[in-house]
């Protein structure tokens, strides 16, 4: 057998030779590896830091054997329990220029960066797009399969393709934009070629001069003239938006969280015309056609959650979307809280929420 990579061919004879290289761990613990720091446990643990790796785990006997699991940053996952099988953390990295003209640029970044700091090397380089992701925890990789957004952005606005490495066959793939099947906190790696693909890199076009300035979502206007800034830059609104979240959302290297815990729901507007009869404070704003977006915080926060402590976990008391762990929480008792809070939802509001991070049970 051989495999494909990154234009490489790799022979059965190289792959041999390549996995005794490869550091394959046993019972190694997983808390630095997601925000919510769940104390969980992996059976084989390894990490993939070259191209060559891919191939190389892929047709190795452990990985055909165990469950296995890919991990970018670990932002958006809850390990319920140890996870008995093979976690693999992807960490490919560099940043280098695919094109390039007077007007825009288009970006490679491997799978493993730090989006935030993704970020900020585009913000000091002026390049336009991702300011408003700012401070947004995980990996570059990772992004693309959750369709990352907040304030009004969202990555499937900058993204033109993503690469990635067919688990089965080893092929490399790009998935053009259209390709990538996006959707609200959504894409193809969530759904259809779920645990299908290992991403390993990305492509993003930015603005390099005549920026799309978005500063009308949330309190980023409010921010920007508290500022005293009336005509803002993308490091203007890069900075705006790192005030909100830190004022708003906890820090995970402080308080363990996976940020929203639940999407904002969208519901018909003749429901929610209901609803406003109500509850004629609810907050909303334009969906899908026929449809009224409704924040999730705020029907959490009307059932009383917010600010509530069990023990060592609970939901935070200045963002009720976001579940915590505030040292020690066990990821069963994060995940019956949060089903708790959904039935209290759906018996109020006859709204059912839909978890956005992802369960590993």
Wanted: charged letters at 20%.
């Amino acid at each position: 057998m051989s495999l494909r990579v990154d234009g490489f061919l790799y022979s059965n004879i190289y792959l041999v030779a390549n996995l005794q290289h490869m550091n394959i761990s046993e019972n190694v613990g997983l808390k630095p590896y997601n925000t919510f720091g769940i104390n969980a446990n992996s059976k084989y643990f390894t990490t993939l830091t070259t191209p060559a790796d891919i191939p190389a785990l892929l047709t190795s006997k452990l990985f055909e054997r165990e469950r296995h699991l890919i991990l970018g940053g670990g932002s958006n996952v809850l390990f319920t329990n140890d996870y008995d099988g093979l976690v693999a953390i992807v960490e490919l990295k560099g940043i280098k220029i695919i094109d390039e003209d007077d007007n825009a640029i288009t970006l490679h970044a491997g799978a493993g960066e730090n989006w935030h700091s993704f970020v900020t090397y585009c913000v000091n380089n002026n390049y336009g797009g991702v300011e408003n992701l700012s401070l947004i925890p995980g990996t570059t990789g990772a992004a693309p399969m959750q369709n990352i957004g907040a304030y009004g952005t969202e990555i499937k606005d900058v993204i033109i393709a993503v690469e990635a490495v067919e688990i089965q066959t080893g092929d490399h793939k790009i998935f053009s934009k259209e390709a990538c099947e996006f959707g609200y906190r959504e894409s193809i790696f969530k759904q259809k070629a779920f645990d299908k693909y290992i991403i390993t890199g990305v492509h993003l076009r930015l603005t390099k001069r005549n920026h799309k300035l978005n500063i009308q979502y949330g309190a980023i206007s409010d921010t920007l003239k508290s500022m005293n800034i009336a005509s803002p830059t993308i490091k203007d609104i890069s900075e705006a938006v790192m005030h909100i979240r830190r004022t708003k959302l906890p820090d995970p290297a402080k308080i363990g969280n996976a940020g929203s815990f639940f999407k904002n729901p969208s519901i018909p507007s003749i429901q929610y015309n209901e609803l406003k009869n109500q509850h004629p404070n609810i907050p909303s704003f334009p969906s899908q056609e026929g449809l009224i977006k409704i924040p999730a915080g705020w029907l959490i926060e009307q059932c009383g959650w917010k600010g509530k402590t069990f023990d060592k976990i609970g939901v935070h008391a200045n963002q009720a979307l976001v579940i915590v762990n505030y040292g020690g929480g066990e990821g069963q008792s994060i995940w019956a809280l949060a089903m708790k809070i959904q039935q209290s939802v759906e018996d109020k509001f006859k709204i059912t929420l839909q978890p956005e991070v992802n369960v590993i049970k």
